[in-house]
């Protein structure tokens, strides 16, 4: 019998194809077959910055990892990672993890992308999730070890750490030391891309987060929040990715862990801005769908 979680060879838990729920929506718009996916890929990446896996990005790739690489030639890596990055895109997530995470390090930024979305929309129970996040920030940190000049290696970390986070007591995941090691993930990615939008967003909430559990005073000068870097590096999210349903959800979810009774109004017109983008992809329609939700 399947269980929720098998090992594979090296011992990391992977979720197990039963509980892989499907996309929910019509994903006709969302294919990018052939040169589809290159002439989209700017603005299917603008939030993240991941570079276009064309042959000489992947024979960059496999000379970085050295012997984390797979054993491809980039020719070979290049069809892989494109062919994995479409599942991305269209909502099959299981497959863009599948294909992500059997190429080691080199496929980490689709695999965690793949694995951490799936879990954040479409898996209902709370310590499944945890389970794939805790798995995802595994994945994360043998790319940072393999990659660790690649901004995703990093941002995928952070993201898997922080969604992680969220799903613990404050108390616990403070005890644990994640906000210092989400922070330094997310400070090594700037470092490597300062247009990160993604990274800028989740340092955003970093702050605000912090300063909404444990107050401003305390969280200024344990951790380094600060409200006006929250307010700061959203606006920069927004600035660089206008079109994206999840900047302007976090701007709103920002807006509310900062100061709920002042923000609220201001809140509730990002997530409205956010429900009326136009999604490019699987991902960006569940999240306009979750901010349509909210406004219910």
Same mark, same amino acid.
């Given at each position: 019998m399947l269980t929720a979680y098998d090992i594979d060879s090296r011992g990391i838990r992977m979720a197990a194809k039963s509980n892989w729920a499907a996309f929910p929506h019509d994903a006709k718009a969302y294919a990018y077959a052939g040169d589809a996916l290159k002439k989209a890929w700017p603005k299917l990446h603008a939030g993240d910055c991941e570079p276009f896996p064309d042959a000489k990005r992947a024979a960059a790739l496999l000379k970085a990892a050295g012997k984390a690489a797979p054993k491809l030639d980039a020719d070979a890596l290049a069809e892989a990672l494109q062919d994995a990055w479409r599942a991305f895109h269209r909502?099959? #997530?299981?497959?863009? #993890?599948?294909?992500?995470?059997?190429?080691?390090?080199v496929g980490a930024s689709v695999a965690v992308k793949a694995i951490g979305i799936h879990a954040t929309y479409l898996v209902?129970?709370?310590?499944? &999730?945890?389970?794939?996040?805790? &798995?995802a920030s595994k994945i994360a940190e043998a790319a940072i070890k393999a990659l660790p000049d690649e901004a995703n290696s990093h941002y995928r970390h952070a993201f898997a750490l922080g969604r992680y986070s969220q799903g613990l007591s404050i108390a616990k995941a403070l005890k644990m030391g994640i906000a210092g090691k989400v922070r330094a993930s997310l400070d090594a990615t700037l470092d490597l891309e300062p247009k990160h939008a993604e990274a800028h967003t989740a340092l955003a909430l970093y702050h605000a987060e912090i300063i909404n559990k444990i107050g401003a005073m305390i969280g200024g000068l344990t951790y380094g929040a600060k409200a006006g870097e929250a307010e700061k590096h959203i606006k920069e999210?927004?600035?660089?990715?206008?079109a994206s349903p999840i900047a302007h959800i976090e701007h709103g979810n920002v807006l509310l862990l900062l100061d709920e009774n002042r923000n609220e109004d201001a809140a509730a017109t990002a997530y409205e801005k956010a429900g009326k983008c136009k999604p490019l992809d699987a991902m960006e329609a569940l999240d306009a769908a979750y901010a349509q939700e909210q406004l219910e």
């Amino acid at each position: 019998m399947l269980t929720a979680y098998d090992i594979d060879s090296r011992g990391i838990r992977m979720a197990a194809k039963s509980n892989w729920a499907a996309f929910p929506h019509d994903a006709k718009a969302y294919a990018y077959a052939g040169d589809a996916l290159k002439k989209a890929w700017p603005k299917l990446h603008a939030g993240d910055c991941e570079p276009f896996p064309d042959a000489k990005r992947a024979a960059a790739l496999l000379k970085a990892a050295g012997k984390a690489a797979p054993k491809l030639d980039a020719d070979a890596l290049a069809e892989a990672l494109q062919d994995a990055w479409r599942a991305f895109h269209r909502g099959d #997530f299981k497959a863009a #993890f599948d294909a992500g995470e059997k190429l080691g390090p080199v496929g980490a930024s689709v695999a965690v992308k793949a694995i951490g979305i799936h879990a954040t929309y479409l898996v209902d129970d709370e310590a499944e &999730q945890l389970k794939r996040y805790e &798995q995802a920030s595994k994945i994360a940190e043998a790319a940072i070890k393999a990659l660790p000049d690649e901004a995703n290696s990093h941002y995928r970390h952070a993201f898997a750490l922080g969604r992680y986070s969220q799903g613990l007591s404050i108390a616990k995941a403070l005890k644990m030391g994640i906000a210092g090691k989400v922070r330094a993930s997310l400070d090594a990615t700037l470092d490597l891309e300062p247009k990160h939008a993604e990274a800028h967003t989740a340092l955003a909430l970093y702050h605000a987060e912090i300063i909404n559990k444990i107050g401003a005073m305390i969280g200024g000068l344990t951790y380094g929040a600060k409200a006006g870097e929250a307010e700061k590096h959203i606006k920069e999210a927004v600035k660089l990715t206008p079109a994206s349903p999840i900047a302007h959800i976090e701007h709103g979810n920002v807006l509310l862990l900062l100061d709920e009774n002042r923000n609220e109004d201001a809140a509730a017109t990002a997530y409205e801005k956010a429900g009326k983008c136009k999604p490019l992809d699987a991902m960006e329609a569940l999240d306009a769908a979750y901010a349509q939700e909210q406004l219910e």
